[in-house]
C-alpha cells in the first residue's frame, strides 16, 4: 500500500547530535504537544505499579532532566530548540521517520508504536508494543519529523495534492484545496498563504484565488496557547506580497464597503506580530460596515467564547478549528435553488462582493476525543441583522458544503467526518431560534 507523507514546517536550527538516550522511566500519553502548538502537563507513572525502583526511577528521571538541559545549554549561543510545528497528538495513528542532523535517520511503522509523547521544548519519547521503557530523542537533534496519513481518510488533502508544496495542509481546520491549487502563485491560479510567528506558530492560512482577487478561505485555531490578550488592535491595513495579485488599500478607499477580516484581530492579541499579520488585505473580503460591525462582529464574538468560556458549550474546548469566509463563485445553491454569489457591482469596480459569508466550527475536547460542528450562514446585505436568536442562522456542515462546494474539515477520520458533519446539536452549543 502507498505511503504518503508529510512534512511539518519546522523550526530546527543545525546543532551537533549527541548521544541519543533510552531506558527512561515510561511517562503517560498526557505528555505531547498537540496540532494547535498548546504545551500539556506530564505525569509519570507511580513507578510501584511498575514493579520498579522508586529511587532508580526518580534519578533515571533526574538524569535525563540534566542530559537533555546540558544539550541544550550547549547549543543556546548558536541553536534554538523547538519541538516540530503541529506534532500529531497521538503517535498510534501516525507511523513516522525521524532525520537526524547527523544524516542518520530512523523510522517507525504503525504497528510498530503503542504511542509517541512529546515533551515541550525537550524532545520526544518513543513507546514500542510489548516494551516497558521509551526511546528518547531531543528536537535538538533532528532536521524535520515525516508523518503517515491515515490510509483511511479518503477525502483528505494529502490523497490529491503534494505535502512538500503544501506541508500543513493536513490541519485539521483545513478545507480540502481548490484543484486550482499551486504552489507558486500565477495570476490564473490560487495560493496557499501560510502566515506563522517564531513564539507562537501558525497565526492563520488562507487560500487566495489570484484570478478573481479573492480570499476563497481563511482558517486558524483557537486554543489556551493562543488566545490571551497581550498587546492592542494594530490597524496596519495593507496589501500581500506573498500573492501574485493583491487586493490594495485604493481597491477599498471611496468604496463604501468596510475591509472586513476573516480572521479578525480580536483573536490574534497574544503577539504584535501576529495581531499585524491579521491586517493583510489577503484575509479580508469587501463588506457592508452593517454587517461587518453588526452580525458578523456578534459571531466572531461567539466563537471565541466557544474556544475560552467552557460555559458556552456544554463541554471544555481544548481546540476550536475555524473557517471564514464568503461567497466568491457566480452561484451558490440554496435549499436546492441555484441564486447569485456575488454582488453584480464590484467594489471600486475590482473586487467581487460577496453575496453571504459563513463560518464552519469544529469544537474538541481532549479528555473525552470528541468533535462537535456547527455552520453559520449570514445574509450580507446593508442593513441591521437580528442577534437575538443566533441559532437562525446555523446551519450543519454538510449543508455549508452543498452551498459552497468546498469540503469542510476533509482531514478528519472519514468516521468521524461523516457523524459531526450532519447535525448540528444546538443544546451543545447554548443556541435558540426564534420562537
Not at 504584535?272 to 456578534?298: A, C, I
Not at 464574538?301 to 481546540?319: G, L, P
Amino acid at each position: 500500500m502507498k505511503k504518503i507523507y508529510i512534512q511539518p514546517t519546522t523550526e530546527i536550527y543545525e546543532t551537533q547530535a549527541s548521544s541519543l538516550m533510552a531506558g527512561s522511566p515510561k511517562i503517560t500519553e498526557d505528555a505531547h504537544v498537540d496540532m494547535s502548538g498548546e504545551s500539556k502537563e506530564a505525569y509519570a507513572d507511580d513507578a510501584c505499579s511498575r514493579g520498579g525502583n522508586f529511587f532508580d526511577d526518580v534519578f533515571q528521571v533526574l538524569l535525563l532532566f540534566i542530559m537533555m538541559t546540558a544539550t541544550l545549554c550547549v547549543h543556546a549561543q548558536n541553536a534554538t530548540t523547538v519541538e516540530p510545528a503541529d506534532a500529531p497528538e497521538d503517535g498510534k495513528k501516525h507511523a513516522m521517520t525521524i532525520y537526524f542532523s547527523n544524516e542518520t535517520q530512523v523510522s517507525y511503522s504503525l504497528e510498530d508504536l503503542e504511542h509517541v509523547t512529546y515533551l515541550p521544548g525537550i524532545g520526544m519519547k518513543v513507546y514500542l508494543k510489548n516494551a516497558t521503557t521509551s526511546v528518547d530523542y531531543l528536537f535538538s537533534q533532528m532536521t524535520k519529523i515525516v508523518y503517515v496519513m491515515d490510509v483511511n481518510n479518503a477525502n483528505a488533502n494529502a490523497k490529491a495534492f503534494s505535502m512538500t508544496d503544501f506541508p500543513e495542509a493536513y490541519r485539521l481546520e483545513y478545507p480540502h484545496l481548490n484543484n486550482n491549487v499551486s504552489a507558486t502563485g500565477t495570476v490564473d491560479n490560487c495560493q496557499v498563504i501560510v502566515k506563522r510567528t517564531q513564539d507562537y506558530g501558525i497565526t492563520y492560512s488562507l487560500e487566495w484565488d489570484n484570478a478573481k482577487i479573492a480570499n476563497r478561505w481563511t482558517c486558524y485555531e483557537l486554543h489556551a496557547g493562543n488566545s490571551m490578550s497581550t498587546t492592542d488592535r494594530n490597524d496596519d491595513f495593507k496589501a500581500d506580497p506573498e500573492v501574485a495579485v493583491s487586493s490594495t488599500l485604493n481597491d477599498y478607499k471611496g468604496s463604501g464597503f468596510s475591509r472586513g477580516h476573516l480572521c479578525p484581530s480580536a483573536d490574534r492579541l497574544c503577539s504584535v506580530e501576529q495581531n499585524k499579520q491579521t491586517f493583510f488585505l489577503t484575509n479580508m473580503q469587501p463588506q457592508y460596515q452593517s454587517h461587518n460591525g453588526g452580525l458578523w462582529s456578534r459571531l466572531e464574538t461567539e466563537v471565541r467564547d466557544y474556544a475560552t468560556n467552557d460555559s458556552k458549550t456544554q463541554s471544555h474546548c481544548d481546540t476550536l478549528y475555524i473557517v471564514k469566509a464568503a461567497t466568491i463563485t457566480d452561484k451558490v445553491t440554496i435549499n436546492d435553488t441555484e441564486v447569485d454569489g456575488v454582488y453584480a457591482e464590484r467594489c471600486n469596480g475590482r473586487l467581487l462582493v460577496p453575496k453571504y459569508f459563513y463560518m464552519a466550527l469544529l469544537h474538541y475536547n481532549k479528555e473525552t476525543d470528541t468533535y462537535q460542528a456547527l455552520a453559520f450562514w449570514t445574509d450580507h446585505i446593508d442593513t441591521n441583522q437580528s442577534v437575538a436568536y443566533l441559532g437562525d442562522y446555523a446551519i450543519t456542515i454538510d449543508e455549508l458544503e452543498r452551498r459552497t462546494g468546498i469540503d469542510f474539515f476533509c482531514n478528519l477520520p472519514d468516521e468521524i467526518e461523516d457523524a459531526v458533519e450532519a447535525t448540528i446539536n444546538l443544546d451543545f452549543w447554548h443556541l435558540t431560534t426564534t420562537p
